[in-house]
């Protein structure tokens, strides 16, 4: 009796996708300096790839960039993860 070898590959891809509505406009950063799209708190943990609470700990911490709409949503400056990130590695 021949036995056979199977050999199974599996590729997993995971993509990104962030929709912006047509009103969304770039805000200043007074950190960056710039013009720039800031993002939610939880697209920010996805776009760092750590968790929420990391982000809010980052913000408490003032090692992101960061501000609050006069509503009192927490927006957050997508620059200024490398540097949080390469810090998390350490």
Aim: a positive charge; charged letters at 25%.
């Amino acid at each position: 009796m021949i036995r056979k070898k199977r050999t199974e590959i599996t590729l997993e891809t995971n993509v990104l996708i962030v929709r912006r509505t047509h009103q969304s406009r770039p805000i200043f950063c007074n950190t960056c300096l710039s013009s720039v799209f800031l993002v939610a708190p939880d697209t920010a943990a996805t776009l760092a790839g750590v968790s929420t609470r990391t982000i809010y700990r980052w913000v408490e911490l003032e090692q992101i960039h960061y501000t609050e709409t006069p509503d009192g949503r927490l927006l957050i400056c997508p620059r200024s993860f490398p540097d949080c990130t390469a810090q998390k590695k350490r």
